[in-house]
């Protein structure tokens, strides 16, 4: 059974750090496509980055290179490193397993002062 379950969250201020996680089973996350993915309140879903097997990762435009994506195989897991956070960064943050399009249930974070 796969499944996907995020932890990480949590209230930060403008300018800090978060480090998200998404620990997996069912598959093997050094040889599959994941990402993640988030939604704001209101708001459509919006596609943050993924990684292929191959560890080739793409970023959406908005990253500017503030976030990192990174995976411990050893773990299988997969991580999500936030940096210099903004308030519109606030959302529920979703890891995804690409084929099959499984998710998990997700980790708020909130950007305010």
């Known amino acids: 059974e796969v499944q996907l379950v995020e932890s990480g969250g949590d209230l930060v201020q403008p300018g800090g750090s978060l480090r998200l996680s998404c620990a997996v089973s069912?598959?093997?996350?050094?040889?599959?496509?994941v990402g993640w993915v988030r939604q704001a309140l209101g708001k459509g879903l919006e596609w943050v980055s993924r990684?292929?097997?191959?560890?080739?990762?793409k970023y959406e435009a908005f990253v500017e290179g503030r976030f990192t994506v990174s995976r411990d195989n050893a773990k299988n897991t997969l991580y999500l490193q936030m940096n210099s956070l903004k308030a519109e960064d606030t959302a529920v943050y979703y890891c995804?397993?690409?084929?099959?399009?499984?998710w998990g249930k997700g980790t708020l974070v909130t950007v305010s002062s």
């Open positions: 990684m292929n097997g191959g560890g080739s990762i």
């Open positions: 995804e397993l690409v084929e099959g399009g499984y």
């Open positions: 069912g598959f093997t996350v050094s040889s599959s496509a």
